[in-house]
C-alpha cells in the first residue's frame, strides 16, 4: 500500500482489528463498556483496497461503515510492553471497516465466526500510510467520517478505552507481531448503512482524508 509523500510501498503481512474501543460504539452495539481485554478479529491482506470506488460486496443488505485510526508496524514481538510496541510503529492511516451486519448478526446470535461478515474483499478501504518521522503518535484529535456530505460518525482519539500502546501490548499476548502488521484500532459511535452509490469520506486530524465511492 501507498506511503504519504514517498514512492515507496509498505508490504503487507497481517490484519488485526480491536472490537469495541469507542464506550459510545459498545453501548449501541449493546455491550458495556469497560477496561476487560479488548478482543480481537482479523481480516487478510487482501482486504486492503486503495481505489476511487469500491465494490459494494454480494450476500449483504445492511452493508455498515466504521471509520478507524489504522496502525502500521515495521518491526514487532511477542509479550511486547508499552512502550516496546509504541517503538514498533512506523505510520498511521485512516481505515474504514467495512462490515455486513446483517451476517454479523447472524453470526452472533449462531455463535458462529465473523469471517463472511468482515473479512470479504475489499473490505479495508484505507488511506496512504503517515510515517510517524514527520508527524509523531496521534493520540488526541478528531475522527470522523461523512457520507454524502452527512456527518455519521465523530468522535475523538483520545476516548479510546484501551490505547493504541496498551492495544498492541496485549496483542502481542496472543501473537507475534511482525513487520507489516495493520491494527484497526476501533470505531466511535455513529455506524450506519451505505448504499451503491454513497460517497464516504473519512478524516483524522493530522492525517488528511479518505474519500472513496461505493461502486454497485
Known amino acids: ?85 509504541t517503538a514498533c510503529i512506523y505510520g498511521h492511516a485512516i481505515g474504514v471497516d467495512l462490515t455486513r451486519r446483517d451476517l454479523q ?3 452472533k446470535a449462531a455463535g458462529r465466526p465473523w469471517e463472511t461478515a468482515k473479512a470479504f474483499d475489499a473490505s479495508a478501504p484505507i488511506s496512504d500510510i503517515v ?28 476516548d479510546m478505552i ?3 500502546p496498551e492495544m498492541l501490548a496485549e496483542l502481542s499476548s496472543y501473537f507475534e507481531l511482525q513487520a507489516g502488521d495493520l491494527v484497526f484500532t476501533g470505531t466511535p459511535a455513529g455506524v450506519g448503512r451505505l448504499l451503491p452509490g454513497d460517497r464516504v469520506q473519512a478524516t483524522i486530524d493530522g492525517l488528511g482524508s479518505l474519500e472513496f465511492e461505493m461502486d454497485g
Open 131 to 158: 510515517p510517524v518521522a514527520g508527524t509523531g503518535h496521534p493520540r488526541q484529535g478528531a475522527i470522523r467520517l461523512k457520507v454524502n456530505g452527512e456527518l455519521r460518525q465523530s468522535g475523538r482519539l483520545e
Open 162 to 164: 484501551w490505547p493504541v
Open 1 to 85: 500500500m501507498g506511503i504519504a509523500g514517498l514512492d515507496q510501498r509498505f508490504p503487507i503481512h497481517r490484519i488485526y482489528c480491536v472490537g469495541r474501543n469507542f464506550a459510545a460504539h459498545a453501548r449501541e452495539m449493546g455491550g458495556q463498556p469497560d477496561r476487560a481485554p479488548p478482543f480481537f478479529f482479523a481480516k487478510p491482506a487482501d482486504a486492503v483496497i486503495q481505489a476511487d470506488r469500491v465494490p459494494y460486496p454480494h450476500r449483504t443488505s445492511e452493508l455498515h461503515h466504521e471509520v478507524e485510526l489504522v496502525v502500521a508496524l515495521n518491526s514487532g514481538g511477542r509479550g511486547l510492553t508499552a512502550g516496546d510496541a
Open 105 to 107: 448478526s447472524e453470526a
